[in-house]
Structure formats: C-alpha cells, structure tokens
C-alpha cells in the first residue's frame, strides 16, 4: 500500500468518530470542506471508497483497515 498521509487518516478517524463532517471539521480546526477533501483524496490513494456515504456514516471494508493502522 502506498504510503498514506496521517492527515487524511486521521480526517477519515474523525468522521466515523463524530458521524459527521462538520464536527469532525470543528475537532480538527478546519472547515467541512477541507475534511471532505481529505477523505476524497484518501479515496483516490486507496482507488477505492473508504467511507459509506449514509446515517450512519460507516466505513468500507478498506476503510476499516486503514482505521486499525
């Protein structure tokens, strides 16, 4: 697997955490935006959804393996 940015992992970690983009964005000090395209850039590192996309948000078979790292 290609080396992953902690900063996209741990945007991913906090939306499954919090359930939501917004609060995961207010935890990491950035905007709802920034978090989504963290997780859209985590996405195109792994060629694959890592984040499903409903209430609850849950994460993916691959997501949840990057989540154990």
């Known amino acids: ?3 992953i940015d902690y900063k ?5 970690s906090m939306v499954i955490k919090y359930q939501s983009f917004d609060k995961a964005a207010e935890f990491l ?7 989504s395209q963290r997780i859209k850039q985590l996405e195109q ?3 694959q959804p ?3 996309r409903s209430t609850p948000l ?3 078979e691959i997501g949840k393996k990057l989540l154990n790292h």
């Open 8 to 12: 996209l992992l741990h945007a991913f």
């Open 29 to 35: 000090y950035l905007t709802q935006s920034a978090v």
């Open 1 to 3: 697997m290609k080396n």
């Open 50 to 52: 890592v984040l499903i």
């Open 45 to 47: 590192l792994v060629s």
């Open 58 to 60: 849950r994460a993916t």
